[in-house]
């Protein structure tokens, strides 16, 4: 029987690290692999495809064939569509003649499995053995949704890369699924292929001065800040980054962010003495590194920053991520666990202090926190850390309600548990702030 595996992918990234992990031999031999692409944007209409993005004909040579998710479920958009349970036989007939499938032992390779596009391919071939293969941060964070068990326990393996060594990801633990790495040399090697044909490109990388290189994020979109806030945490990079003596900057501004932020950097700019180049060009990070070279890498929780550490060995430094951890609500954020690492990783950009935190205990408690249902075996190592760890500065990653729901240590004295709900004490707080206020 032919075997053909299929490999999901929405953004560059995820191709190059399956691009990475096929060349690396992380997939048996198959008769044929796949790519399937999917565009997840808000309007994919008006949105540039995958295959048609700089770099992606210099990956495209791992594949037999490409096919769209988009094309294929049209006009239905792919992170709001799932097969209803009784027509998943009519679709995976209807694919495997559209596809040219045949009667193919299939095999997938799925991203984001907690979520469609993923859930929908994988109901869809519900024979076919399930890698999940992960590229951020949120690998290290427990699974954001109930997974059905059909899905769960057809998962061999979470593939990642060794963005943090010797941590081991909480995603599917729930079901016992292994973690296993992408070789780092590889996708390291990988980006060099797209870094050597990327020939349009910007800022010149004469070497002439150390680079900065700010990586800007859109958080507002995902209301976890305010557009203000949001261009002023770029703004706070910007100087924090000239305050270290930089005077050549580049902003890789995130593709959705708009442009009047940009505007705003090249101003303040102006006003610091310093040179800023702003990239036009949707590259990846890891390209800007092979080209660049920088000598410093500034952002708040992007992957990025990992991969600049880690497999780049450049320094980096955060900004913001106290901020973000007061503000990403509910507890359950999946953006927590990338906010937490960074944090608690990789040291601040401005001035202050930045004690070393025991990571491998502290995420474990964060994941429990997080999704306790889900992963009631982290009960105990939650405790032993909230016991032995909890003081001025740990205290960020979590939040004293949320330790009192999960009767955590660090939780409200029982005796004083009413307060929080109590209209009259909340009345009687607003009143004296009041008064407080009024009287400076």
Same mark, same amino acid.
């Given at each position: 029987?032919?075997?053909?595996? !299929?490999?999901?992918?929405?953004?560059?990234?995820?191709?190059?690290?399956?691009?990475?992990?096929?060349?690396?031999?992380?997939?048996?031999?198959?008769?044929?692999?796949?790519?399937?692409?999917?565009?997840?944007?808000?309007?994919?209409?008006?949105?540039?495809?995958?295959?048609?993005?700089?770099?992606?004909?210099?990956?495209? $040579?791992?594949?037999?064939?490409?096919? %769209?998710?988009?094309?294929? !479920?049209?006009?239905?958009?792919?992170? $709001? /569509?799932?097969?209803?349970?009784?027509?998943?036989?009519?679709?995976?007939?209807?694919?495997?003649?559209?596809?040219?499938?045949?009667?193919?032992?299939?095999?997938?390779? *799925?991203?984001?499995?907690?979520?469609?596009?993923?859930?929908?391919?994988?109901?869809?071939?519900?024979?076919?053995?399930?890698?999940?293969?992960?590229?951020?941060?949120?690998?290290?964070?427990?699974?954001?949704?109930?997974?059905?068990?059909?899905?769960?326990?057809?998962?061999?393996?979470?593939?990642?890369?060794?963005? @943090?060594?010797?941590?081991?990801?909480?995603?599917?633990?729930?079901?016992?699924?292994?973690? =296993?790495?992408?070789?780092?040399?590889?996708?390291?090697?990988? @980006?060099?292929?797209?870094?050597?044909?990327?020939?349009?490109?910007?800022?010149?990388?004469?070497?002439?001065?150390?680079?900065?290189?700010?990586?800007?994020?859109? *958080?507002?979109?995902?209301?976890?800040?305010?557009?203000?806030?949001? =261009? =002023?945490?770029?703004?706070?990079?910007?100087?924090?980054?000239?305050?270290?003596?930089?005077?050549?900057? @580049?902003?890789?501004?995130?593709?959705?962010?708009?442009?009047? /932020?940009?505007? +705003?950097?090249?101003?303040?700019?102006? %006003?610091?003495?310093?040179?800023?180049?702003?990239? +036009?060009?949707?590259?990846?990070?890891?390209?800007?590194? =092979?080209?660049? %070279?920088?000598?410093?890498?500034? $952002?708040? #929780?992007?992957?990025?920053?990992?991969?600049?550490?880690? #497999?780049?060995?450049?320094?980096?430094?955060?900004?913001?991520? +106290?901020?973000?951890?007061?503000?990403?609500?509910?507890?359950?954020?999946?953006?927590?666990?990338?906010?937490?690492?960074?944090?608690?990783?990789?040291?601040?950009?401005?001035?202050?202090?930045?004690?070393?935190?025991?990571?491998?205990?502290?995420?474990?408690?964060?994941?429990?926190?997080?999704?306790?249902?889900?992963?009631?075996?982290?009960?105990?190592?939650?405790?032993?850390?909230?016991?032995?760890?909890?003081?001025?500065?740990? /205290?960020?990653?979590?939040?004293?309600?949320?330790?009192?729901?999960?009767?955590?240590?660090?939780? !409200?004295?029982?005796?004083?548990?009413? !307060?929080?709900?109590?209209?009259?004490?909340?009345?009687?707080?607003?009143?004296?702030?009041? @008064?407080?206020?009024?009287?400076?």
């Amino acid at each position: 029987m032919r075997t053909t595996q !299929i490999f999901a992918a929405s953004t560059l990234y995820g191709v190059a690290t399956l691009a990475a992990a096929i060349d690396s031999g992380c997939f048996p031999p198959a008769d044929r692999r796949l790519l399937l692409i999917s565009n997840n944007a808000p309007a994919p209409e008006i949105s540039p495809a995958l295959d048609t993005m700089p770099g992606f004909a210099q990956l495209r $040579g791992r594949f037999d064939g490409v096919l %769209s998710w988009n094309d294929t !479920i049209a006009p239905f958009h792919p992170g $709001g /569509w799932s097969p209803r349970p009784d027509d998943v036989p009519l679709w995976e007939r209807q694919l495997r003649v559209l596809w040219n499938l045949s009667d193919d032992r299939i095999e997938l390779a *799925l991203e984001s499995i907690q979520v469609n596009p993923a859930q929908a391919v994988a109901q869809i071939f519900p024979d076919a053995p399930l890698t999940v293969y992960a590229d951020g941060l949120m690998t290290y964070g427990p699974t954001r949704n109930k997974l059905d068990p059909l899905i769960g326990t057809r998962v061999r393996r979470v593939l990642h890369l060794d963005l @943090v060594p010797d941590l081991t990801p909480l995603l599917l633990g729930e079901f016992g699924v292994p973690s =296993e790495t992408v070789p780092t040399a590889a996708f390291v090697k990988t @980006v060099g292929e797209l870094a050597a044909a990327e020939a349009e490109f910007g800022p010149d990388s004469d070497g002439s001065e150390p680079v900065a290189l700010l990586l800007g994020q859109y *958080l507002s979109a995902l209301s976890i800040l305010t557009p203000a806030q949001e =261009e =002023e945490l770029h703004l706070r990079m910007l100087r924090g980054a000239a305050a270290r003596g930089h005077g050549r900057i @580049v902003f890789k501004p995130h593709p959705s962010a708009p442009p009047a /932020w940009s505007r +705003e950097l090249a101003r303040e700019a102006e %006003s610091l003495g310093v040179q800023l180049t702003v990239l +036009e060009r949707p590259l990846l990070a890891e390209v800007l590194y =092979e080209r660049l %070279s920088p000598a410093l890498v500034v $952002g708040c #929780f992007s992957t990025a920053l990992l991969t600049a550490s880690t #497999f780049y060995g450049i320094p980096v430094a955060r900004v913001g991520t +106290e901020l973000l951890l007061d503000r990403l609500a509910p507890y359950q954020n999946s953006n927590r666990v990338p906010v937490t690492i960074a944090d608690a990783l990789l040291p601040p950009l401005e001035p202050g202090p930045a004690p070393e935190v025991d990571l491998a205990g502290l995420l474990p408690a964060v994941g429990y926190a997080m999704q306790p249902e889900l992963r009631p075996d982290l009960r105990d190592a939650a405790e032993r850390y909230l016991a032995g760890s909890l003081d001025a500065h740990t /205290w960020r990653y979590f939040k004293r309600r949320r330790l009192t729901a999960l009767g955590l240590p660090g939780a !409200i004295p029982s005796q004083l548990g009413f !307060i929080p709900r109590n209209a009259t004490v909340r009345r009687v707080a607003r009143r004296v702030r009041g @008064v407080v206020r009024r009287g400076a």
